[in-house]
């Protein structure tokens, strides 16, 4: 069974930094590409970004509204993901979910975001 | 950066049919956006219903349905129950810019 449990969330003043952590287990961890999505409250979900695995190079790519501020990693000797999260703004307190990014079915066919952690809440106020 | 636009709330009797819509203002939606459909319940984590236009998951329930029609993707809800309501949210994903996107989401109430 896939689980994603997230950890890292607390209150943050604005301009503070913050790393979130996703433990993986249940599938082939340093074979998934891997996401972040975020909800601010009462607000719907936004998809912030992705690292692929080893065999991609590890890349990333971020949504535009946070990339500058935010940098996706792993460390698949632990099966675990992160996210750094730099220059916290009010705007970034939200729900953060890590996700598999897709998975690939065919040429044609890609399933995105099958399994959800329960996300980690992150308060940015002073 | 591209933006996906659901219907902001829609109503359903009980069993009844609903179709939920989503554009992009990129153009028509294809096959290649992998159109894909999340549904959220209050407290809870999204759960993933439909992948690339029209495939369920396992868990899926048979009166969940998508498609494209026309410019949009569509999710179709025929024989709508209670725990159907909830926020349902697509997803394209832009090769371009290799990003998904998320539409703002559809409050469904089933009244």
């Known amino acids: 069974e896939v689980q994603l449990v997230e950890s890292g969330g607390g209150l943050v003043k604005p301009g503070g930094s913050l790393r979130l952590s996703c433990a993986a287990s249940?599938?082939?961890?340093?074979?998934?590409?891997m996401a972040w999505v975020r909800q601010a409250p009462g607000k719907g979900l936004e998809w912030v970004g992705r690292?692929?695995?080893?065999?991609?190079?590890?890349?990333?790519e971020y949504a535009a509204p946070v990339k500058g501020r935010i940098s996706i990693s792993r460390d698949d000797s632990k099966d675990i993901l992160y996210l750094q999260i730099n220059g916290l703004q009010t705007e970034d307190t939200a729900v953060y979910y890590c996700?598999?990014?897709?998975?690939?079915?065919?040429?044609?066919?890609?399933?995105?975001?099958?399994?959800w952690g329960q996300g980690t809440l992150v308060t940015v106020s002073s | 950066q591209t933006v996906v636009t659901q219907e902001p709330s829609l109503t359903v009797s009980p069993g009844g049919t609903v179709t939920l819509t989503c554009a992009s203002s990129?153009?028509?939606?294809?096959?290649?956006?992998?159109p894909s459909w999340f549904q959220q319940k209050p407290g809870q984590a999204p759960r993933a219903l439909i992948y690339?236009?029209?495939n369920k998951h396992s868990w899926t329930p048979a009166r969940f349905s998508g498609s494209l029609l026309g410019d949009k993707a569509v999710l179709t809800l025929s024989g709508a129950q209670p725990e159907d309501e909830a926020e349902y949210y697509c997803?394209?994903?832009?090769?371009?810019?290799?990003?998904?996107?998320f539409g703002g989401g559809t409050k469904l109430t089933v009244l």
């Open positions: 996700a598999i990014d897709h998975e690939r079915i065919s040429s044609t066919v890609v399933a995105p975001l099958q399994h």
């Open positions: 249940g599938f082939t961890f340093r074979n998934a590409y």
């Open positions: 690292i692929r695995d080893k065999t991609d190079g590890g890349a990333t």
């Open positions: 990129a153009g028509a939606v294809t096959s290649g956006y992998y």
């Open positions: 690339s236009v029209n």
């Open positions: 997803l394209f994903y832009y090769g371009d810019s290799q990003v998904w996107v």
